[in-house]
Each structure stands twice: as C-alpha cells, then as structure tokens.
C-alpha cells in the first residue's frame, strides 16, 4: 500500500506546476450570472454535507454563495495562469446539475378544485396554500399529467425562475393538506463538477472533467486544483487523474512550443524550418476534440482559411516525440 501511496506522491508532484497571479474577484453581470448557480449549489451541498441548519432553508443565503461566487470569478479573470484557459475556456466546467435549484413536482387527486384550475391554467387557483407557494417563489407551472385513472392522481411540475433549495421546498409543500406528495428535480449519471473546500484564509476550488459512459458514472476524470486566496490571488496546484488523449490545456504540458507562425492566424500557418525538417507527422484538433485535416505544402505552408474562428490544438510528431501548440484563428 506505501508503494502506491509513493508512486501517486511522485505523480502528482511531477504535474503540479504552483503558480500564483493576482487576479480580480469582481466581474460584470454577464460573467457573475454564469457562476451564480454553481455558487449557489455548493453552497446548498455544504448545507446538506454537514448538516447545517440551512438545508431547512428554501432560500439560499447570499453569506454562504457570495465568497465562492467570487473565488469562482477569480478563476475566471485569471487569464495569466496555467491552467485557467482549460477549465474556463475549453473544457467551461461548471458544477454537475445535482442538486437540481429549479424544479418540483406535486401530486394530488384531481379532484380538487385548485387541481382543475391548474390544469386550466388558472392561477391564482384559489387554495391559498398553494398559491403562496406560487407566488412566494415565484413559480411558473410547466406540465400537468394525469397517470393515475384509480385513484384520479395527477402531477403538476412547477419551474421556479430562482435559484432556490428545492428538496427543502419540497419537505414543507408536503405537508400541505390535499397534496399527496412531492418531489423535486434528480439528476442522474454524471459528468464534469466543481467541489470547494473552504479555509479561513482562502477557498480551494477543484474542476473535474469526466468522460467515457457518463449515464452510469464517468470512468474516467481528470481534476485541476486552485487556491483562490483572501486578496482574490489564484495559485494553480497542479492536475491528476486520467490522462485526455483527445486534447488538453496545452499551457499544462511541458513539451509545448511554438512551432507554427503567425498566431493568432487567418488564413495559413507556417511551420517553422527547425521543426519542419524533423516532423514526421501533424495533427490538428477543435476546441470540442474534433479532428481536422489539413493541407500541408512542401514549404510546411497550412491552409486554414476554411476553419472557423476559434482555438485549435496542434501536435506535431519527430523523432524526440511530441510537442503542442494552442493557435488562435480569426
């Protein structure tokens, strides 16, 4: 078991390149909106992974999002650091859907008044209990369906257009007279995540990609680690896991270099001379792990004027390996 222990020691030191930059916790609404719900999901995690009494709570305190919320923007603006353009740029991981903040399913007999005038789409439905609910957290309904004939059960999903902690709204709609249960919304399988770990003087965020069959569990996943510390400064800790064949962050490898010119490109590239007499073979991947042919003249001369704009990944094989280049197209 200490060899084990050992060998993954020596692997992680061996990819773990720390790196530090000062970057920015602060961003406009377009960037702040596209990690609210991440934030708010871990936040809803931590409530349930260690108990706290906020799981009780349908809405999720700004105090227990807010800082994440910025380590994640500071990741975002840390455009100078190894790594941050795998994370951000390629992969654009983003926490796993679970739990889901946004939906829930009630289920009562048919019977009942407020039942028929949700299936006749009118709310208010005059049972003020639900309506409360409705209006309180500002839901919106989306389907109604009857699948039960004896007894006459049917089951009405609301959308809730906030980001809410919907298993507590669920256990308090429950025990609302003339409902018979509720759910909210479960997400199965698996696949790219963000988990946090949070000290008093900085948040450790760790993006996860994971691929392979996903519906049942990813079987493979690779992680990159950060510190985003106090003052909004990002330190890179390194990455494991699962080696990606299809296509990396390149500023990862230590084998990258510059070998086609110019960059950013429009409509060709050029490899350089020292290179191109040793090559024995080029390839080229999209940002989305794509394979891209490409023609390649005697003078190492690429036509590229047929891809669209947009990061490539280009590897060329001679005979000491392999080395990678990230080249930008206009």
């Known amino acids: 078991m200490k ?38 999901r871990l936040a809803v995690r931590k409530f ?25 923007v500071a990741v975002h603006n840390a455009v100078g650091l190894v790594a941050r353009d795998t994370v951000v740029d390629i992969f654009n991981i983003h926490t796993f859907l679970d739990p889901y903040l946004k939906d829930i399913y009630i289920k009562a007999d048919t019977s009942e008044f407020w039942m028929m005038q949700l299936k006749n789409n009118v709310i208010p439905t005059g049972y003020s209990l ?77 993006y996860s990609y994971g691929w392979g069959d996903c519906p049942v569990g990813c079987p493979f996943r690779r992680y990159w680690k950060f510190n985003v510390y106090n003052d909004c400064s990002v330190e890179y800790l390194g990455s494991y896991g699962s080696t990606i064949d299809f296509y990396v962050g390149l500023d990862e490898l230590s084998n990258s270099a510059n070998f086609l010119y110019p960059n950013p490109a429009q409509d060709f590239l050029q490899i350089e001379p020292d290179f191109l007499k040793d090559a024995v073979s080029i390839n080229c991947n999209s940002s989305s792990g794509k394979i891209i ?38």
Do not use: W
């Not at 790196?19 to 990690?35: E, K, M, P, R």
């Not at 007279?177 to 948040?203: A, E, K, M, N, W």
């Not at 005979?319 to 280049?325: A, F, L, R, S």
């Open 3 to 40: 060899n084990y222990i050992y060998l993954f020691t020596i692997l992680f030191a061996l990819q773990s390149k720390s790196q530090t930059v000062q970057s920015s916790c602060n961003a406009d609404t377009s960037i702040t909106n596209l990690y609210q719900t991440d934030a708010k």
């Open 48 to 72: 349930y992974k260690q108990n706290l009494s906020f799981k009780d709570s349908v809405n999720i305190p700004v105090s227990h999002s807010d800082s994440v919320l910025k380590a994640l």
């Open 130 to 206: 639900v309506d409360d609910i409705i209006d309180n957290y500002n839901l919106t309904k989306v389907y109604y369906f009857q699948f039960s004939q004896n007894p006459a059960i049917a089951e009405v999903k609301f959308k809730s257009n906030e980001l809410l902690n919907m298993k507590a709204l669920s256990e308090y709609v429950q025990n609302i007279p003339q409902i018979i249960s509720t759910s909210y919304g479960l997400i199965g399988g698996d696949g790219p995540d963000i988990t946090d770990s949070i000290f008093t003087d900085r948040i450790q965020l760790t």
């Open 293 to 330: 042919n490409l023609d390649i003249d005697n003078s190492g001369q690429i036509d590229i004027s047929h891809l669209n704009s947009g990061m490539y990944f280009f590897e060329l094989r001679n005979k000491d390996g392999v080395i990678y280049q990230k080249v930008v197209v206009e």
